[in-house]
């Protein structure tokens, strides 16, 4: 989940190794409308997790949009604390693939799948 705050920051809650969740804030380095949005973490609220990303939007032929994203992470207790969390199951990357699939499902079809039930368009506010 990310949330905004105030003064361009995000506080962002990911489900960590084994579903205890982990929390960091991020503030908005960059903006331009319809284009790009990049965010980082800069240690002000004491974080555990060193967090930057970019998301790049880019129109298509057909109409529709094409998403860039990039992002980065250093977790709690850097490259040993990303292999327990690979070992107790928290892997980032196949996260983020499956949210965006079901993000993509959500715009293509109206509905998507998460948390145990059905989401659709009409319900997201």
Known sequence: DV???????????VSG?????????TVETQR???ALIAWRTDGR?????????TVRFHPTANGGTR???TMSYTPIGGAVGHGVAA????DPKRAMDE???RFKSLLEHGKTTARAGTVRREDVG
């Open 45 to 53: 609220s004491g974080d555990t997790v060193s967090h930057a990303g």
């Open 17 to 25: 190794p084994a579903g205890v969740p982990v929390t960091w804030q």
């Open 3 to 13: 949330r905004r705050l105030p003064d361009d920051r995000s506080e962002w809650v």
């Open 67 to 69: 998403l860039h994203i």
């Open 99 to 101: 949210d965006l699939v």
């Open 87 to 90: 070992l107790l199951g928290g």
């Open 32 to 34: 331009v409308p319809n």
